[in-house]
């Protein structure tokens, strides 16, 4: 049987338990805070968030680039005969494009657009892995999780939107109108990038009820597993989200939580549920 080795950016969020369970390698993302400078995994979101509170600063992620890839495809080369990397997505990232490139370098290394972000690309990593346990080649498991990828559902709902917005996702008139009416909007990935379809209002806990409740109801689930990935949380939010998932009838729901690269854009209280819709 080909020994298949599969990974993602550390923008998957798959927790180090699951990643060493499922065999799951990770090339890290740097993020630049002020003059420091530091890979996903360094620093905690709630270090980043005082920061940016106390400087007015925010982080920055540079993009992987070719070179970064091809030095980690090689090193991955040397005890694996082949290579599935599943990215971040390209509709939001150049860093997809460089990897694709780098592997064109390289026999048998195979890259995969998730079209997703955070647990939605670990969801991935994770059925990728099952795949090449029982046996299947690696082109086997690309095209089936290009297939998955059309089904992958990636949402979350943001309590503020000032990330969003000094990254540039989001308008002034927006901030300010979210800001003041209390507004909090769920993202959902379509076609591999991120829109803002729906709004809530509340506290949080309440808001994540009924985005987990209209998330289920409108995109029902194909099998019994969730993920549940957030920067920071309370543990009300939490409680919530899991019940409703429950509640749905999945009965294994991982939770997760975002590594710096995926908070420096969604900022605290941010909280998302990945699965694979019908």
Known sequence: MIKTAISVESSADVPAELA???????????????????????????????????????????????????EFFKKLKKDYDAVVHICLSG??????DNAFRAAKEFKNVFVVDSRSLSMGTGYLA???????????SPKEIVAKLNE???KTITSFVVERLDYLHKGGRCSSIALLGANIL?????????DGKMVSDKKYRGAMPKVVSDFVGDLITEFPPSDDTACIA???????MLAAATE??????????????AGATISSHCGANTLGVFYIAK
């Open 148 to 150: 998955t990828t059309q």
């Open 91 to 96: 509709g939001i990232t150049s860093s997809c």
């Open 230 to 236: 957030y920067t920071t949380a309370t543990p009300e």
């Open 182 to 190: 209390k507004i909090r909007p769920r993202i959902i990935m379509k």
């Open 244 to 257: 409703k998932c429950k509640a749905a009838g999945f009965k294994n729901v991982i939770i997760s939580r």
């Open 126 to 136: 994770i059925f990728a892995r099952k795949l090449a346990d029982g046996g299947a």
């Open 20 to 70: 060493l369970k499922h065999d799951i390698k990770v090339i890290p993302y740097q993020i630049t805070l002020g003059e420091q400078v530091f890979r996903d995994g360094e620093k905690s979101p709630e270090e980043m968030f005082a920061f940016v509170d106390k400087y007015k600063t925010l982080p920055k992620t540079t993009a992987l680039n070719e070179f970064e890839y091809g």
